[in-house]
C-alpha cells in the first residue's frame, strides 16, 4: 500500500473511532446525557482511552522540532534521544531547544516562554538553578542536580494556591521538560568545573517512580556513595539512562570518578499502585507532579536496556562503579539488572499504564498529565 | 521499612522541592501559564476552556 493511501486508511479509522466514542458517549446538542458511560472519569467507559484528548486541538512545533527515533542506539550501545530532553550527548545552545510536537496553543506558550528565557541567556539560567541548588542542599550533602527540579524556575511550578500549583505540575510537566533538562545538565556541568581531580560524583538511574531517593537512604552502600560524593546527578527517569556516557565524559575530563546506582522497580506497580504508584503521588496536592504514560514506559524498558549496555562497556572503568538497587518493598542490594527488566516491550507497556489510569480514580489533572502523550506522540 | 516510610519519603521530598520553588521565586521565569485549563473528568479539555487560546 502506498503511505498516501495509508495515511488515508489510518484517517478513516480514526474517524471511525471518534463517531464510536460521541455515539457510546451520548454526545449531542444538549452535550453529556445523565447516567451516559463515558461521564465519570473514564470509568467503565467504552471509549478508547485518551481519545478526546488525541483530538484536542495542537499546534505545530516551531523550529527546531524535536521528534527522535527513541529506539535508536549511537555509538555507546545506548540510544541517543528519549522523546523528551535533549539529545544524550547535546548541553544546549547549541544546539537550539528542540520543540515537542503536537502541544495544545496554552501548552505551547508555557514551553516557548521557558524556552526563549533560556536562549537569551543560558548560563544565567544554568548559574540561577545552581544557586538554588546550593541554597537548598543540606550542610555536609553533595548538591544534587535534577531535570525535574529546573522547572521550579518557572512561575507555573510556585502558584500559590496550592491546587492550581498541583495541576500545573501535572499538565505542564511535559511542556517544560525540554528547557528543563538544558538548564540542570549545563548547571551541572558547571558544577563539575569548580571540583578537583580524584572527587566523586554519584548518578542515580532507574525508571520514573522507581523510588530512586527512597531506596538510597535505605541502602548502606548506596549512602556511602552519596557521603563521598561532591556532586549528584539525579536522572530523570524520562531521559531513559541516555545521559550516562555523556557525564562519564563530562567528569573524565575533569578527572572525576563516577558512581552509579540503579534502581530496579516493577513498572506496573510503580504506575498504578494505589499507595506506592505515581499516579497516587501526583494526587498529593503538596507534590502534584505527574509523567506521561509513554515517558514512563519508556523509562522502564529503554532505560533498564541502555544501562545495563552502559556497565557492560564501563564494568571495567576504574573511573567508574556501579551498584545495583531493588525497590520492590524493601529496597535492599541486587547483583545486577533482573533478566525481566531487560525484555519489557515500552509500546506494552504503555498501553497498560493508559488503559489503567483511564480507569482508575483519580483528579482529572493526574489523567491529563498520565495521557497527553497519546496527542503529542500520536504514531508512537 | 513499612510502606508508611516511602510515602513519608514523598512528602519529605515534596516538601523539598517547594523550598526551592520558593528560594526560585524571585528569579524565575514567567511563563504566562494563566489559570489552569477547566477539565472534563477523564483530563480533556472541557470545550470552550478559557485558558486555552
Redesign the interface.
Known amino acids: 500500500m502506498k503511505l498516501s493511501q495509508l495515511k488515508r486508511v489510518r484517517v478513516a479509522l480514526l474517524v471511525d473511532k471518534i463517531q464510536t466514542i460521541v455515539k457510546n458517549c451520548g454526545i449531542g446538542p444538549g452535550g453529556f446525557q445523565p447516567g451516559n458511560r463515558c461521564q465519570r472519569g473514564g470509568k467503565g467507559g467504552g471509549s478508547v482511552p485518551g481519545a478526546t484528548i488525541r483530538s484536542e486541538a495542537k499546534t505545530g512545533a516551531p523550529p527546531p522540532p524535536y521528534s527522535p527515533n527513541v529506539d535508536k542506539i549511537g555509538k555507546h550501545g545506548v540510544t541517543t534521544h528519549a522523546r523528551v530532553g535533549v539529545g544524550a550527548e547535546d548541553l544546549p545552545p547549541p544546539p537550539k531547544i528542540g520543540r515537542i510536537p503536537n502541544l495544545t496553543p496554552h501548552e505551547r506558550r508555557v514551553e516557548t516562554m521557558f524556552v526563549k528565557a533560556f536562549e537569551k541567556d543560558p548560563n544565567g539560567m544554568a548559574n540561577k538553578f545552581l544557586d538554588i541548588v546550593k541554597q537548598s542542599t543540606k550542610p555536609g550533602d553533595a548538591p544534587t542536580f535534577g531535570t525535574d527540579d529546573a522547572k521550579v524556575l518557572t512561575s507555573a511550578w510556585s502558584h500559590k494556591d496550592i491546587n492550581k500549583r498541583a495541576q500545573n505540575r501535572a499538565t505542564l510537566n511535559t511542556p517544560l521538560h525540554q528547557t528543563a533538562n538544558a538548564i540542570a545538565k549545563r548547571a551541572f556541568v558547571n558544577h563539575l568545573d569548580t571540583l578537583k581531580p580524584g572527587d566523586e560524583v554519584m548518578v542515580t538511574v532507574g525508571g520514573c517512580g522507581a523510588g530512586k531517593g527512597y531506596a538510597l537512604k535505605n541502602v548502606p552502600e548506596a549512602l556511602d556513595m552519596k557521603k563521598k560524593a561532591k556532586a549528584v546527578w539525579d536522572s530523570a527517569g524520562d531521559q531513559n539512562a541516555t545521559e550516562n556516557p555523556w557525564i562519564q565524559k563530562e567528569a573524565e575530563k575533569r578527572g572525576l570518578k563516577v558512581n552509579y546506582v540503579y534502581v530496579h522497580a516493577d513498572p506496573k506497580t510503580q504506575w498504578a499502585h494505589p499507595e506506592r504508584g505515581v499516579v497516587k503521588r501526583a494526587g498529593d496536592p503538596n507534590d502534584g507532579r505527574m509523567v506521561d504514560a509513554k515517558v514512563f514506559a519508556d523509562s522502564y524498558a529503554l532505560g533498564a536496556k541502555n544501562h545495563q549496555a552502559f556497565y557492560e562497556a564501563n564494568k571495567n572503568n576504574k573511573n567508574a562503579s556501579f551498584i545495583f538497587l531493588e525497590n520492590t518493598g524493601m529496597p535492599k542490594k541486587l547483583d545486577g539488572i533482573p533478566k525481566d527488566s531487560l525484555q519489557l516491550d515500552r509500546k506494552e507497556l504503555a498501553k497498560f499504564a493508559i488503559a489503567r489510569v483511564a480507569k482508575i480514580d483519580a483528579p482529572a489533572h493526574v489523567k491529563r498529565g498520565a495521557l497527553m502523550g497519546i496527542r503529542i506522540w500520536e504514531d508512537d | 521499612?513499612s510502606?508508611e516510610?516511602?510515602?513519608d519519603?514523598?512528602?519529605e521530598?515534596?516538601?523539598?522541592?517547594?523550598?526551592?520553588?520558593?528560594?526560585?521565586?524571585g528569579?524565575?521565569?514567567?511563563?504566562?501559564?494563566?489559570?489552569?485549563?477547566e477539565?472534563?473528568?477523564?483530563?480533556?479539555?472541557k470545550e470552550g476552556s478559557k485558558?486555552?487560546?
Do not use: C, I, T
Not at chain 2, 528569579?27 to 485549563?37: A, H, I, L, N, T
Not at chain 2, 477539565?39 to 479539555?45: A, F, I, R, T, Y
Open positions: 521499612m510502606k516510610s516511602e510515602q519519603f514523598w512528602k521530598d515534596a516538601d523539598r522541592l517547594n523550598q526551592m520553588a520558593e528560594l526560585a521565586k528569579v524565575s521565569v514567567d511563563v504566562k501559564e494563566g489559570e489552569p485549563p477539565l472534563n473528568d477523564d483530563g480533556s479539555l485558558s486555552e487560546d
